[in-house]
């Protein structure tokens, strides 16, 4: 992502959301590259098909929504 010092000032938002993504920005001053703002190391992003859920119910015939819905609900609601 490239970022000018003006975003840096009213865009700040957007680029605490790349830095979350695990962009590196790079800051232009009058359209040229002057420094680079780099993620740190730490958390990294979870990937979906790293989850232990994913596959799990390959086998099932029923909707994803309907398996969701049984997932996500209470263990009072029948």
């Given at each position: ?20 993504n695990r962009e590196t920005i ?52 029948l």
């Open positions: 992502m490239h970022a000018s010092i003006l975003d840096l000032r009213y865009r700040t938002r957007n680029i605490l959301k790349a830095l979350e790079i800051v232009l001053y009058h359209g040229k590259p002057k420094g680079m703002i780099v993620p740190l190391h730490g958390k990294e992003r979870a990937r979906v098909h790293d989850h232990p859920f994913f596959g799990m119910s390959a086998k099932e015939k029923g909707s994803v929504q309907g398996i969701m819905h049984d997932l996500r609900s209470g263990r009072h609601d």
